[in-house]
């Protein structure tokens, strides 16, 4: 049988707040199979980690996240960090860990880390899940090599975040901290783990073909008009009106999206900056995107009110509960840290009707500049400006 516990800390010193957060999370938990870890970027993250195994050695993987996390108790931030972390404890589970730094080929990395993924859970076997985090670039590359490996194994998870989109996120991967790469953990278990990966954007009119795209993520063209010109129009401002990282906040409640091949799920591609090359050609006005964009298929303009975006994460969590069969023991929540920056100082609305939908289940939320995950049959895929919201059962 699965449990988990949760705990937290804002020591001032970061061992400290490492220590503190694992004594909480490990307490009575005999067979601790992973300890899952969530910092800020303001703390000493390889402190933190240090503290964490002066309390454990159970695997442990985790990232930094944007700003705060939410636990039961509530919203956790402070001004000098903060650290959380949810423990899974089970006999019958096997947790296999692995990552690796940033290289040349991120699909090669990612066929890489699956394979030791699987030597140290001492199987030779695909996973029933797999959890994966990554820095905020490769994510595409990263599956499918992992996929590559393990085939189409249902996953969940999300980037590695820090509060201004600096460059200062950082990856853990048991007493490994880097800021460029990927880490997995691959559960071997009969217990259920279902996902809920919504972006819960409703869809507008304003529709078109992506005619150019530059190295995966520069969209320069929607309908053969400038990709920023074209979306500005979509939501009646101008493009000078959303140069650089306006673009990064006028688009959390009207972005972008594409639907997978079934239609079942309409994948966020949440407009990052909005870029003037200073040439007068179809390149001048692009939108640089947080994930990946292919020409030839139609992109869609969302929307959302922040009472919207709110209320969302409430429903998520009714729905991954009405997927489980038998009783929930944990619930792992990912959280856009975009979403997050539109909500605002309202952020405590999310965690009231997250403590209302969990009742007594150990929940941890982080906040990502990226969330993976799967919808009913589409393919495990990347997106942003999502929830990824995941429920682990008892038995």
Known sequence: MLKSKVGFS???????SGEETARVASHDMKNAKLGMLYTSVLSNVKEVVKGVRSVTNAPIIGCTSSGAIIVPEGVVSSDHGFSGMMMLDDKDMTVGVACHEA????????????????????????????????SPKEEEDYLMGIQDVIGRVPMFGGSAADDTVEGKWQIICNDKVFNDGVAVAFFYTDNEIVTSYTGAYRE??????????????????????????????????TPAQLKGQNLLVASITRPLGVKDPLGN???IR?????NDMGTRTTSDDTITLGNKAVPGTAIIQLEATVDELIDSTGNTMKDVKKQLYTEPAAYFLVH????????????GEVHKQLLKEAKDVPFITIFTFGEYGYDEHSANICGGLMLSFTAFGKN
């Open 270 to 274: 949440h407009p990052m900056f909005g």
């Open 204 to 237: 507008t009119n304003n529709v078109g073909l992506i005619t150019e795209v530059k190295d995966n993520r520069t969209l320069v063209s929607i309908d053969g008009v400038s990709a920023l010109k074209k979306y500005a129009s979509w939501i009646n401002t």
């Open 10 to 16: 804002i020591d001032v010193d970061s061992f400290k």
């Open 265 to 267: 799920l309409t994948v």
């Open 103 to 134: 290289g040349k080929d991120a699909r090669a990395i990612g066929r890489k880390v699956a394979i030791e993924a699987v030597e140290n859970a001492k199987t030779t076997r695909a996973p029933a899940y797999f959890y994966m985090v990554a």
């Open 336 to 347: 856009c840290g975009g979403r997050k920056l539109g909500i605002g100082d309202r952020i």
